[in-house]
């Protein structure tokens, strides 16, 4: 059909953080709804590495308003990013938060850890603005 060759594009950071064997990796893309989101996880987790992390959390905040969020397992995560999408007015774009566990609970700094990871992200698409 017409949506043939259409590919959602990831953008991938990499690796943000690593603090006692956990690596924190950021990506996103722009979406507009949930099918979209869930394109783009897929997309993602084509790429082995991705698929066999611990936590893909993400969050998005649709132009109608709509919260869009999965911790994926680490909880909370999901709303750290969606009220820094908030504060951003960032509308229609998911931004994905990925954490490999390296053995070590980091309690409260795993959500300063996705913190950096959303803002390297907020970072790099302003500076491609």
């Avoid at 594009?9 to 722009?30: E, F, N």
């Avoid at 995560?77 to 504060?87: N, T």
């Avoid at 994905?96 to 850890?113: E, I, K, M, Q």
């Amino acid at each position: 059909g017409p949506r043939e060759g259409i590919k959602t594009v990831m953008q991938q950071l990499g690796i943000i953080v690593t603090d006692r064997g956990s690596k924190y990796a950021v990506s996103g893309a722009p979406i507009d709804s949930r099918d979209a989101a869930k394109a783009c996880l897929k997309t993602l987790k084509r790429d082995k590495r991705y698929a066999k992390a611990t936590h893909n959390t993400w969050a998005a905040i649709l132009s109608d308003g709509q919260v869009l969020k999965n911790d994926d397992g680490e909880a909370g995560a999901g709303m750290v990013i969606v009220r820094m999408l908030q504060r951003e007015g960032l509308h229609d774009h998911m931004i994905v938060v990925t954490r490999w566990f390296g053995g070590t609970h980091l309690g409260g700094d795993r959500f300063r850890h996705v913190q950096s990871c959303v803002r390297q992200y907020l970072d790099d698409l302003q500076g491609q603005g």
